[in-house]
């Protein structure tokens, strides 16, 4: 008889993960096609750790003791409620372990975490072409009609 997969164990971000949040990382970024400079990986994860940016958050899902997904979420201001707002902006699994609920873990314990931070709202964006990921999304939250723009 096979044994059922284990569930994922969502946890903060730490030192001793630099490695395997670094191959997530890369791995999220080659996604959306995209490279960065190491000293901009090396600046992320020293913010994501640095308790005096509070605003910065990151947390891992363990599945066999080994990290295969990663969130970061970041608190900040808003123009249109009084409490912080929570971006998430980062989420990825890795592809061997797609389907055991790593992403839905990750997403529900940053809503925890914001609740816990009394923030009332948490948002994210995602590409239209990302299919898999927002079939999970429109289970999870509220798909809105904005558009983003940018300047370089």
Same mark, same amino acid.
């Given at each position: 008889?096979?044994?059922?997969?284990? $569930?994922?164990?969502?946890?903060?971000?730490?030192?001793?993960?630099? $490695? $395997?949040?670094? =191959?997530?990382?890369?791995?999220? #970024?080659?996604?959306?096609?995209?490279?960065?400079?190491?000293?901009?990986?090396? =600046?992320?994860?020293?913010?994501?750790?640095?308790? $005096?940016?509070?605003?910065?958050?990151?947390?891992?899902?363990?599945?066999?003791?080994?990290?295969? !997904?990663?969130?970061?979420?970041?608190?900040?201001?808003?123009? @249109?409620?009084?409490?912080?707002?929570?971006?998430? *902006?980062?989420?990825?699994?890795?592809?061997?372990?797609?389907?055991?609920?790593?992403?839905?873990? #990750?997403?529900?314990?940053?809503?925890?975490?914001?609740?816990?931070? !009394?923030?009332?709202?948490?948002? @994210?964006?995602? *590409?239209?072409?990302?299919?898999?990921?927002?079939? #999970?999304?429109?289970?999870?939250?509220?798909?809105?009609?904005?558009?983003?723009? *940018?300047?370089?």
């Amino acid at each position: 008889m096979t044994q059922p997969a284990a $569930a994922p164990i969502v946890r903060p971000l730490t030192p001793q993960d630099a $490695a $395997a949040w670094r =191959a997530l990382w890369t791995d999220y #970024l080659a996604f959306y096609e995209t490279v960065l400079d190491e000293t901009v990986k090396d =600046a992320t994860f020293a913010r994501l750790l640095d308790p $005096a940016e509070p605003a910065m958050n990151a947390l891992v899902a363990e599945v066999d003791g080994r990290p295969v !997904g990663l969130v970061h979420y970041i608190f900040h201001r808003h123009c @249109w409620r009084v409490e912080d707002v929570c971006y998430l *902006q980062d989420l990825f699994t890795a592809p061997e372990a797609r389907g055991r609920g790593v992403a839905r873990a #990750l997403i529900e314990a940053v809503y925890d975490r914001a609740g816990q931070a !009394g923030s009332p709202q948490v948002y @994210w964006m995602t *590409q239209d072409f990302n299919h898999t990921a927002r079939a #999970l999304y429109d289970k999870v939250a509220r798909l809105t009609p904005f558009i983003k723009y *940018q300047h370089p």
